[in-house]
Structure formats: structure tokens, C-alpha cells
């Protein structure tokens, strides 16, 4: 797992290496085991190593091939390179290391762009072939390791962070419009924009081709819901396990240490399951927990880690947390808003100090159907029967009037959401359960000047688009692909990425691996999401291998207890900093907009928690990389 950078100058004027020394410097937590760069002629490579498998310099990066026409720096793992590798040497390829960097160099030799199909693993890298005069990046299929680039007149830029990007003072910082629009609908800057103005992300399961200055960027792969397969339940419960666990086994690959994230949650603790029958010695596990315990998972961790006899370890994250926001800000690059990447910081920092890669349950929600607004959403599309819309929205008034509570899980808050939403088609009620600040809510918000900029632009177009191009027949499985290709990519795994190599840790996720994906996909809708029973058919398959208070407890999320700090610990801070002549200048917001929403979930009368958590990281970002 590594950080990797590079510049190209369109008029093959040298590149400055002390510029790539630079840029390579800003990635020392992706890779504080190495360092490496090529420079020759118009063309700079820059590598950060941190040492995973072949711990030997034979694996130092840039790496070339034979002739030293061909070049790479790499980010990732790639599982299934020894195979890869071993069918390469009948062909005639040498190999001077054990490393899966290699492997890629030499399939790109034989392949071309044609040799991501035969990649499992995540991924982002760069190959300089100086005899074509090209650069090929590519990102995996899911969008676990970043990709970035900046492309002018004269020059093409790339890095797994922006702020390495950002070290090249040729850029100009500008924040982008559109982007921090969409931002404050998703609480993340969907693909391919960044906050800053002429930065792209390059988006997953897509490659780049930069030739005579010119780009093209194409998909690769494409997650399919359709055909469906054919089984009984029982065979599928069979499948299931089988393929995780392989999808375990292969992540088991490392010459370092390594250990799992344990939340409680099912995802997580399957993997720990089957973790702990292909090792030997104890599974190390580690968890975070809450004083506050509606957010306090740690009872049903200890629970898996007593069942699996792990080596565990634990954290409990308290209010000062904010502590490190500015931490949090500067490695996360962009404005993000998911409030979670404070444990997840806390509990890669935590896992670093006993082993340097984890596993976890990423993906287990998006691949089974595991959130409460899918069941939400079908409830709504069958009552709609019996129950119109016109009823529902008379009601609402007489509903909206009546105490909540500051509890987001308490019955009249969850029956508010849904009443709102009621009478919108399914695929704008997901939009919207999902989403931080509507249409309607931004009109409120924006000043003159910031809508003008953005007012032809709907945020909820983006996730619609997805809706539009899923190759699924059920309103699920289009659901599950648009989470699987906005919320999962953009958010979740770039908060763990993030936080996790901040500490420098690899974090590896079975339930994402593509060929487990492409399997689970093709499952029945009605056996994820069966009645009010989210995760069905996963939830069987694991029957008497989690225990039952694990397996069929209600599901809590990773969330933090922010709506509490901030009418506390918090409240004083939040005033002062989106109140301050210097948020409100910015000309995004008015200020008696912004007042209200404080005012009113310091009061207790609405929950904005989430909403002000938005504006809180967007304003932090501009002071840290705008304004620097």
C-alpha cells in the first residue's frame, strides 16, 4: 500500500525533481517504509512505500521492466498475482522481485489497457511507456484507492492525494462551485469532481490514456444485476459462504502483521468469523465505543470476539474528539461530512500500534440490502396502494407539530422523514433519505450571488443518472447499484482509505471483492430484502456461525453521537465559526439561514446535526486549503 505521484510536461521541458521530491513528501504517511522517483526528460514518477508484501528492495518503486522502457508506480494489492505471474513466465516475461507491482508492469507489457480484466485487487497506478510516449492510470473496479489529476495546456499532473497535486505552485487554489453544490447534498464531492477548481477524481472501474497531450478516459467494468441466478436458498446460503471466505483467504496475503475491525455489526464480525478458521493464532480484532450508549456498540463486538477467542482490543471515543478535526481536514483533502471518519480515525490509529493491515466489512450493506430506507422505500411503494399520497400530505402538518425529541431514532423523528417523502417517486425518496441539504433547503440557504452560480444545477440528477444506466429490474437492486456507485466509492471507502492511511494502514475489504460482487448481484432482490428483514439470505447463511444477538439485532450504523455535542461541548464552536464574518464573506450562505439552523437544533426543536457537521467541514476546508 503505497502513495504515488507524478507530472508530465506537455512541451518535454525537464521536470524539476526537487518539485516531485515534494510532492512525493506529502504521501509519507501512505508510505513511510520507502521513497522513489524517475525523472527523465518531460516525465516525473514519485513513489511512497509502505512494505506489505516482498519487504526486499527488489520491490522499490518506480519500477521498470526489462529494458527500462516501461515504467510504474503502484498503490494497492493484487491477490491473484502469483497465478498471474507463473502463466506470464511461460510467455516468456523475467521477473526480478515477488512483488504484484511487477506483475501489473508485465501484464501491461502483454496487454495493454486489457490487462485490468485480469487484475483482482484494488488498485490506482501509472505506467510511462517511453516508446508509445503514454501514460496509462487506471483505478479499480470499486474505487478502493484514490486517483486524482490536473491537466492544463502544458502540463498533466496525478497523485493519490490533492494536496500533492497542490505542491506544484503552477496550480492555482480555486475552490469549485458545482462541486461544494453537490457536496452539500451528499456530504461528499461526487466523482469526477474535486473542491478545487480543475482537479478531477478519475472515477472507479475507469483507466486514463494521456497521449500527444491529449486524454481519453474509458469504463472497464460494470457491476450487472441481470441474468439472475437459479438456485434454491440452500445453495445460495452454500455459495455465500464459500466465496467470502475465499474472498477472506486471498486477503490473508502479507508479510506483515495483521488484524480486522470488529463493530458488531454483521459484516465486520462474518469476516472475523472466517478469519479466525484460516489462521492459526488469534484473530487481533479492534473496536470503537461511546460513553453516550445509543451510539455504543462494544456489547455485541466483545460478544464475537469471546465467541472467536480474538485478541481484542478497544477505544472509547469522547467529545474532545473535535481535537482533530483540523487533522481530519488536512488529510481528507476535500470538504467530507461524514462524521463516522472520526472513529474510523481513531480506530485505525488504534489497530496501527499492533499490525499494519486490517480487514473489514465494508460492503456488506450495499451488497445485501442493509440500510433501513430500503425497507422504508418498499413500505412506501406497497401502501401507496391503499394510502395516497394526498392522505399523507395532509396529515403531515398535524404530525410535523408534535414533539420529536433530539433522538434522530425516536418514532415521530423517523415518521416526519417519511411523511415528507412519502408522496415523491421511490427513487427521489432514497434521494432524499440519503442526501444532507435538499433543493428546497438550499434555496433557503444559498445567498443571490452562490445561486446564481449553481441554480441550473440539481444535485439529484447524479444519483437518477445512476438509476437511468443500472442493468437491474427491481427497484432494489437499481437502488443497491446507485449506492454501490455514489455512496459507496465516494464516501464510505474514502473515509476509510483516508483514515486508515493516515496511520499508515492497509485496510483490505472481502465483501468487495469484484468477482464475490458480481455473484451477489445476480441473487433474487426478494432474498436480500425480505419483508422487514434486511440482509435475508446473508443473515441465513450465517446462522450458526455469529451468534443470534448478533445476527438479528437492530442495526445502528457507525454513527457519533454529534447532535448531543453540539447542543454541548460543541455548540460554542459552531456558533462561532459558520457566524463569522470570515464563513459568511465567503458569499455562500446567508448568515440569518445559517443562525436559524443552529438555533433551532441547539433548541431541540429539529435535529441538524448532519447539516451542520456540512457546513462545519466546508468552512474548515476553506480556512485549511483556500485560505491556507
Keep these: ?252 496475503m502479507s508479510d506483515v502483521p495483521l488484524g480486522a475491525f470488529l463493530s458488531g455489526g454483521i459484516d465486520s464480525s462474518s469476516v472475523v468469523a472466517l478469519m479466525s478458521g484460516l489462521i492459526s493464532e488469534p484473530v487481533k480484532t479492534f473496536s470503537i465505543g461511546f460513553r453516550e450508549e445509543a451510539y455504543n456498540e462494544l456489547r455485541y463486538a466483545r460478544m464475537v470476539a469471546e465467541k472467536f477467542k480474538t485478541n481484542h482490543t478497544e477505544f472509547i471515543v469522547e467529545p474532545k474528539a473535535v481535537e482533530i478535526l483540523d487533522k481530519l481536514v488536512w488529510h481528507y483533502n476535500e470538504p467530507f461530512a461524514d462524521s463516522s471518519a472520526i472513529p474510523t480515525y481513531y480506530v485505525s490509529k488504534l489497530a496501527k500500534e499492533h499490525v499494519t493491515v486490517i480487514l473489514n466489512g465494508d460492503g456488506g450493506d450495499e451488497n445485501f440490502a442493509g440500510y433501513g430506507r430500503y425497507i422504508a422505500n418498499e413500505f412506501s411503494r406497497t401502501i401507496h396502494r391503499f394510502f395516497p399520497a394526498s392522505i399523507a400530505k395532509a396529515l403531515l402538518p398535524l404530525v410535523m407539530a408534535m414533539p420529536h425529541g433530539k433522538d434522530p431514532t425516536n418514532l415521530f423523528w423517523r415518521l416526519k422523514r417519511f411523511l415528507q417523502e412519502y408522496s415523491n417517486s421511490p427513487e427521489t425518496r432514497n434521494a432524499h433519505w440519503l442526501c444532507h441539504f435538499t433543493t428546497e433547503m438550499k434555496s433557503e440557504l444559498y445567498t443571490g450571488d452562490f445561486s446564481s452560480r449553481v441554480s441550473t444545477l440539481d444535485s439529484f440528477d447524479l444519483i437518477m443518472d445512476r438509476y437511468k444506466e443500472a442493468e437491474a429490474d427491481s427497484f432494489l437492486d437499481k437502488t443497491l447499484y446507485a449506492d454501490v456507485m455514489m455512496y459507496l466509492p465516494d464516501d464510505l471507502l474514502v473515509k476509510v482509505d483516508v483514515a486508515s492511511m493516515a496511520n499508515s494502514l492497509e485496510a483490505r475489504s472481502p465483501f468487495l471483492d469484484h468477482e464475490f460482487m458480481e455473484f451477489v448481484a445476480r441473487i433474487p432482490a426478494e432474498l436480500k430484502l425480505k419483508g422487514r428483514t434486511t440482509k435475508y439470505i446473508l443473515k441465513e447463511t450465517l446462522r450458526g456461525i455469529l451468534p443470534e444477538d448478533v445476527l438479528f439485532r437492530e442495526k445502528m450504523g457507525f454513527g457519533v453521537p454529534i447532535g448531543h455535542w453540539f447542543r454541548n461541548e460543541l455548540k460554542d464552536m459552531a456558533y462561532d465559526i459558520l457566524l463569522s464574518d470570515k464563513a459568511i464573506q465567503r458569499g455562500y450562505f446567508k448568515k440569518e439561514a445559517v443562525k436559524k439552523i443552529l438555533d433551532e437544533h441547539t433548541s431541540g426543536r429539529w435535529n441538524w446535526q448532519n447539516h451542520i457537521w456540512n457546513l462545519l467541514m466546508l468552512e474548515l476546508w476553506h480556512r485549511m486549503f483556500i485560505d491556507e
Design 1 to 252: 500500500m503505497c502513495g504515488i505521484c507524478g507530472k508530465i510536461n506537455l512541451n518535454d521541458s525537464p521536470v524539476d525533481e526537487t518539485l516531485l521530491r515534494g510532492m512525493t513528501s506529502t504521501l509519507i504517511h501512505r508510505g513511510p517504509d520507502d521513497e522513489g522517483i524517475y525523472a527523465k526528460g518531460g516525465v516525473g514518477l514519485g513513489h511512497r512505500r509502505l512494505s506489505i508484501i516482498d519487504l526486499s528492495p527488489l520491490a522499490h518503486q518506480p519500477m521498470s521492466n526489462e529494458d527500462g522502457s516501461v515504467w510504474i508506480v503502484f498503490n494497492g494489492e493484487i491477490y491473484n498475482f502469483i497465478g498471474l505471474r507463473e502463466n506470464l513466465i511461460r510467455k516468456g516475461h523475467v521477473f526480478r522481485s515477488q512483488s504484484d507491482t511487477e506483475t501489473i508492469l508485465h501484464l501491461y507489457e502483454e496487454y495493454g489497457a486489457g490487462c485490468l480484466k485480469y487484475l483482482r485487487g484494488m488498485f490506482a497506478f501509472a505506467i510511462w511507456d517511453e516508446k508509445d510516449r503514454s501514460l496509462f492510470l487506471a483505478r479499480d473496479r470499486i474505487g478502493k484507492k484514490p486517483l486524482y489529476y490536473w491537466h492544463s495546456q502544458d502540463t498533466f499532473v496525478f497523485a493519490s492525494e490533492i494536496k500533492s497535486i497542490l505542491h506544484d505552485s503552477s496550480y492555482q487554489r480555486k475552490p469549485d462551485y458545482t462541486a461544494i453544490h453537490h457536496y452539500l447534498t451528499y456530504q461528499y464531492v461526487p466523482s469526477p469532481w474535486t473542491a478545487f477548481e480543475g482537479i478531477k477524481k478519475l472515477p472507479p472501474a475507469h483507466y486514463l490514456m494521456l497521449k500527444d497531450g491529449k486524454i481519453e478516459i474509458k469504463r472497464y467494468w460494470k457491476l450487472s444485476y441481470l441474468p439472475k441466478h437459479k438456485l434454491s436458498e440452500k445453495d445460495f446460503r452454500i455459495e455465500i459462504v464459500e466465496r467470502l471466505r475465499e474472498a477472506v483467504r486471498i486477503r490473508l
